[in-house]
């Protein structure tokens, strides 16, 4: 076993991975090139490497914590993941754990007794949408 297909697999044995992630891991700790190629072909053959569930595993987390689904798809996105798989992941997961932005922003909002400008600069951190912002909290319409 490489050195380099051997520290990936140490990686991935902590938590899922995007392949970008991971590349970018190895590439840190200076392994060849071809090397790393090699490691991450035989990683996804053995299916120790999938971008497709390290989306689905860190969508889960994120939309647990009550993110919104617009900021767990950027982040995705900047894991690696390609669009359309980050936002087709976000839909499954979103839809598996029932995850609306509306009720994850409103219960945010009731644990944190949070209200007003506070609440809407909040929200807008989570990434949560204008919209729904000025919905929930309408005071915030007039300042």
């Known amino acids: 076993m490489t050195p380099a297909l051997e520290h990936a697999k140490k990686l991935l044995a902590a938590r899922e991975r995007t ?3 991971l590349r970018a891991a190895l590439e840190r700790k200076r392994y060849d090139a071809d090397e790393i190629d090699r490691a991450i072909e035989r990683l996804k053959a053995l299916r120790f490497l999938d971008d497709r569930r390290a989306a689905e595993a860190h ?3 994120a939309l647990t914590a009550k993110q919104s689904r617009a900021a767990v798809t950027r982040k995705l996105a900047s894991m690696g993941v390609a669009e359309a798989e980050a936002e087709a992941a976000v839909e499954r997961v979103g839809d598996e754990v029932g995850h609306r932005d509306e009720s994850a922003a409103r ?3 009731t644990k944190r007794r ?3 400008v506070k609440a809407a600069r909040f929200l807008a951190g989570r990434g949560f949408d204008e919209e729904l912002i000025l919905k929930l909290i309408p005071e915030v319409a007039g300042d």
């Open 114 to 116: 949070l209200s007003g």
């Open 59 to 61: 969508a889960r987390v």
């Open 107 to 109: 219960a945010l909002l």
């Open 19 to 21: 392949e970008a992630q």
